[in-house]
Structure formats: structure tokens, C-alpha cells
């Protein structure tokens, strides 16, 4: 079977390190996506990750362990804008792109 | 500029009409996909095609039908047989090497 799961909501300060976790049970993987979300937006990307190891992009870091069907969005120096909904997908060897039901983030002042 | 366009952005429709979602893109993007998003979840897969005229049936195809004859366009239709087919659709393409899938801005669906 496929199964994706991420929390449902969390909640964070403003200025603060928020990390979203996301563990995946797939038909083969190819690679693993991070989108952001706003409310009634298409989502965006974030981030990829095929190999173990974490990828950093600017305030967004993402990593992947895959012998442990495990990756996590690691967001540093959080502000009000980051307040979304994340996205965890898995893009199997079938060539299907499956998401996760995302992660709720609400940032507080 | 490239990119992916979903029209129209907000679509009203009786109950046991059928319905055809547009979706292009100019990406020369092989992959396309069809989703879901029910308010407060995430996305469900409905079909995705990996080349012109192939599809397959995601995870919940029921209702739906596509046709790709064209790499540049992959249509939804929301049929009758659709119990219930208010929802959010979002269509996303991606090269075959997929290190991004690039989404349109999606056709918010209504059935009265």
C-alpha cells in the first residue's frame, strides 16, 4: 500500500525553528517534494530531495532518510507569513505524485 | 513567459450535468496530473499521464474521465456519476525527470 502521514496542525512563535515531519510508506521512490500552501492558492514549491542527506535553501531546509521512510521541513526564523499549509509528496517508480494531507502551521507573534 | 493554466477559475454547475475542466501548459512537460483538494486535506490524485494518449487512474477515479491527445493538454471531466463533485481541482505537469511539479492555479467547482 501507499501511505503518507503528516501531523495535522502545529503551532509555533514568531522568530522561532519549526521543524514538520512526514513519513512515507511507498511502491518504489524517486523522490520526495515540500510544497507551501496558502489558503485557496495553488501550492508552491519548497524543496526535492532523491538522496539522504538535508538540502538547504535560504530560511527552508529539508531532510531525507530513506532506508527510514522519513523526511522533515526544518523552518528557521519563522514570520507571520509563513503561516500555510505543507505539503509532503512522493513521486513513486509507477509515476504517480502522491501527496500527504499536509501539515496546518500557525505562526503567533 | 511558460507555464500552466487551469480555466476557469470558478466554475458553477447543476447537479447531473457533466463538466470539462481545461488545463495547458507550455512547458514541454511530459507528466500531468489531476487532483483533489477537499477543504482542510490535502490532495487526492485522480489521473495522471506520463505521455500523449496513455493515462492511468489515480486514487480515486471514480466519476472522472481524461484524454491526452495532446502533449501540451490534459482534460478533466466531472461526470454525473460523480456523487460528490464540489471540491478544489488542481492540475500539475513535470518533465519525466521530475525534480518539480509546477501547479495551475486551480478551478474552484461548485454543484448545485
Known amino acids: 500500500g501507499q501511505n503518507i502521514d503528516q501531523p495535522t496542525e502545529m503551532t509555533a512563535t514568531e522568530g522561532a525553528i519549526v521543524q514538520i515531519n512526514c513519513t512515507y510508506q511507498?511502491?518504489?521512490?524517486?523522490?520526495l517534494f515540500w510544497y507551501q500552501q496558502h489558503a485557496g492558492e495553488a501550492p508552491t514549491f519548497l524543496s526535492y530531495?532523491?538522496?539522504?542527506g538535508l538540502e538547504e535553501k535560504g530560511r527552508f531546509s529539508s531532510f531525507l532518510s530513506r532506508s527510514k521512510g522519513y523526511s522533515y521541513l526544518l523552518l528557521k526564523e519563522l514570520q507571520m507569513k509563513d503561516s500555510a499549509s505543507y505539503l509532503c509528496a512522493v513521486y513513486n517508480q509507477g509515476g504517480k505524485l502522491i501527496f500527504g494531507q499536509g501539515t496546518e502551521l500557525s505562526v503567533k507573534p | 513567459d511558460g507555464g500552466i493554466t487551469q480555466s476557469p477559475k470558478y466554475l458553477f454547475r447543476k447537479e447531473g450535468q457533466n463538466v470539462t475542466l481545461s488545463c495547458e501548459q507550455n512547458l514541454n512537460h511530459d507528466a500531468m496530473y489531476w487532483y483533489r483538494q477537499d477543504p482542510g486535506q490535502g490532495l487526492r490524485l485522480i489521473y495522471y499521464s506520463q505521455i500523449v494518449n496513455d493515462f492511468q487512474k489515480g486514487d480515486i477515479a471514480e466519476g472522472y474521465s481524461v484524454s491526452r491527445e495532446k502533449k501540451e493538454s490534459f482534460p478533466l471531466t466531472v461526470t454525473s456519476a460523480q456523487k460528490n463533485p464540489t471540491a478544489f481541482y488542481l492540475c500539475?505537469?513535470?518533465?519525466?525527470?521530475?525534480?518539480?511539479?509546477?501547479f495551475g492555479q486551480g478551478t474552484r467547482l461548485t454543484v448545485v
Open positions: 500539475a505537469s513535470s518533465g519525466l525527470r521530475v525534480v518539480e511539479a509546477f
Open positions: 530531495n532523491v538522496l539522504d
Open positions: 511507498t511502491s518504489g521512490f524517486n523522490g
